[in-house]
């Protein structure tokens, strides 16, 4: 990445400030070693507001997020960057919005991140992050291994569901990400419509102290679902047709005799 008379100008464009400034301060860092004490590339670096970011991240504006990755890209070159990169993980989501209409190449967290993993032979990566998500799902396996124990019954149960809601919350509002992809699969999204009818219809099946044959796997997971699919057509549907027709029915009729006919042609009034 090296012009012919020294390194690269490069742009980062920034989201928060804690990110910006480690990428900052890395490139100084990493950039003594490779040039010389005290020598670095050039640097730009343009930030919005991060108020603008989060309001948009917040709603689900991903077209917008991405046109504030883009401004800062555009003034970033004008400002002489050779190249741009993003400290970011998040906003990254909205990059493919924008990607044919960069001023300058962009160096793609991940894709760098991935060649270098190649390069180095590394086949397993551990990520990390800043959000709750992170937490929530080893918390969620813990609580449910420790299930046992009464004080995590009375205690863990409410975190582990309030943990689940959470993050089929942001799973549904990130429909993009990977795991809102998964929940809008049209298995998983039937699984969801039968899921009253599996709810009704689990507990003759996976109960974990009987040694019946029905409960043991995997029999008992077919039969619950088996179950579960004739309740839901035979039950079910039946009396949410009933329901429909019950309020076509017995709905309030409109009385239209107090209403004037206003399409009726008024006559002429005689002098």
């Not at 039950?235 to 206003?262: A, C, Q």
Request: a positive charge; one cysteine or more; charged letters at 15%.
């Amino acid at each position: 990445m090296s012009r012919q008379n020294g390194p690269q100008h490069i742009g980062i464009v920034a989201c928060s400030a804690e990110g910006a400034a480690l990428c900052y301060r890395t490139i100084c860092a990493e950039g003594a070693g490779l040039l010389g004490p005290h020598a670095h590339p050039e640097i730009s670096l343009h930030a919005p507001s991060l108020a603008a970011y989060m309001e948009r991240l917040a709603r689900g504006d991903w077209p917008g997020v991405a046109a504030l990755m883009l401004a800062s890209a555009d003034k970033l070159a004008q400002a002489g960057a050779d190249f741009l990169i993003c400290p970011d993980n998040t906003i990254h989501q909205a990059l493919p919005l924008v990607a044919d209409r960069l001023p300058r190449p962009w160096l793609h967290i991940a894709e760098v991140v991935a060649a270098e993993a190649v390069e180095r032979g590394y086949r397993r990566l551990g990520l990390t992050g800043t959000r709750w998500l992170m937490l929530a799902v080893p918390l969620i396996l813990l609580i449910n291994r420790l299930s046992g124990y009464t004080v995590v019954m009375l205690l863990g149960s409410p975190v582990m569901n309030v943990s689940i809601a959470l993050l089929i919350e942001s799973s549904t509002r990130h429909s993009d990400s990977l795991a809102g992809r998964f929940l809008n699969w049209k298995p998983i999204a039937f699984l969801g419509v039968l899921s009253y009818s599996l709810y009704l219809w689990q507990q003759p099946f996976l109960d974990r102290y009987s040694h019946s044959w029905v409960t043991a796997f995997p029999q008992n997971l077919v039969l619950a679902f088996v179950a579960a699919l004739l309740s839901y057509h035979v039950v079910e549907r039946s009396f949410l047709g009933l329901r429909r027709r019950l309020e076509r029915t017995t709905s309030l009729p409109v009385h239209t005799d107090s209403i004037p006919d206003v399409s009726a042609k008024a006559e002429p009034t005689r002098n």
